[in-house]
């Protein structure tokens, strides 16, 4: 008997791909690139950042025209947008023709201007917004949204930035997904305001962080579980009327707490503000109204422009 000769599977060529910016979240992205079997070009402002990942077989590039020019897909990473733009700029030339898939935070507006930078000469540009810290990344749980003109474009490079995280498109609107980004982290540090507050609290009375965190992290998921849907069902509904938790009941609990807080000798910086929206809320008459109501009495009227 002759054993069989099974041929060993070919695997697929990955298309090319450059990540410029190697700080934390620029090097889990282009590791994941090497990882998933992309010729993966990457460039760092500090070349020494590069080395790690030439290890890894990734291709360091002397400059960024020279990494721009190594793929059809470019990731950019960096600190600000402002940042972007002062690297971009100069190299819009070796840009046209690709795709631009800016993961930096930034504001709306800020993408908006990109993408038209982008259009301008001839580049195609996707804004995005990461939900994970570098070590999620290529993990479960991890998702990026993605945002731009063309979802086409999108289409087209979205095998590859699935190697990053999950994918999310929010629309053609290129500023849609740092609005989706700067709300979701908005939700989450209100909630680290919150759990730095309590600890700060609870250890004035000398009980370990350790101790107290298995019951404060029941109480703000089993809060978060029934707030969060809750409050959009009002603000969708306009119905704010509450049988949970008025506004004027929370109006008269918050000083005890600005006086504990002011007893335990603890800042109440991050808390005061409520004071302020709460005495507005029963001045204009919603003292009936639950927490919901807040999130209309933080509309100021006309945005302000870039
Ligand atoms: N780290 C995180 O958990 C969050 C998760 C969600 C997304 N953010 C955003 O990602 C951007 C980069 O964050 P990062 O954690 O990678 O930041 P750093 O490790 O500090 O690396 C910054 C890189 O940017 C390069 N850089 C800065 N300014 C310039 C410039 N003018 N020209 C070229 N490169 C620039 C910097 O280069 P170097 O200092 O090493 O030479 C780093 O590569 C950020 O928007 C987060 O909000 C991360």
């Avoid at 119905?239 to 949970?244: A, I, K, M, N, Y």
Wanted: aromatic content about 4%; overall charge negative.
């Amino acid at each position: 008997m002759h054993p069989t000769n099974t041929p060993t599977p070919t695997p697929t060529p990955q298309p090319p791909t450059t990540v410029l910016g190697l700080g934390l979240m620029g090097t889990a992205l282009a590791t994941a690139l090497i990882k998933a079997g992309h010729p993966t070009t990457v460039w760092n402002r500090t070349a020494s950042k590069t080395g790690p990942l030439a290890a890894q077989g990734a291709t360091p590039a002397a400059t960024a025209r020279e990494a721009i020019t190594a793929s059809p897909l470019i990731i950019v990473c960096l600190t600000t947008n402002a940042d972007v733009r002062a690297l971009l700029a100069p190299e819009a030339e070796a840009l046209a023709g690709r795709t631009v898939v800016n993961l930096t935070n930034g504001t709306p507006n800020q993408a908006r201007e990109l993408a038209d930078w982008a259009a301008a000469h001839g580049i195609a540009y996707i804004d995005g917004g990461i939900m994970a810290v570098p070590q999620m990344i290529a993990t479960p749980g991890a998702y990026i949204l993605y945002s731009g003109a063309d979802e086409a474009v999108f289409a087209t490079h979205r095998p590859t930035l699935e190697a990053l995280a999950d994918t999310k498109w929010v629309g053609n609107d290129p500023g849609g997904a740092a609005l989706y980004d700067l709300s979701l982290l908005t939700g989450m540090y209100g909630m680290v305001m919150g759990v730095a507050q309590a600890y700060a609290l609870i250890g004035s009375g000398g009980v370990p962080a350790r101790e107290f965190a298995p019951l404060l992290r029941e109480w703000v998921n089993a809060m978060t579980d029934g707030l969060v849907p809750g409050m959009a069902e009002a603000l969708d509904s306009g119905q704010h009327l509450t049988d949970v938790s008025s506004l004027e009941i929370n109006q008269a609990a918050l000083p005890n707490f600005l006086t504990a807080y002011a007893q335990a000798g603890i800042s109440d910086e991050l808390f005061r503000p409520l004071q302020g929206l709460l005495d507005r809320s029963i001045a204009e008459g919603h003292a009936a109204d639950g927490l919901s109501r807040l999130a209309t009495l933080l509309k100021k009227g006309q945005a302000v422009p870039a």
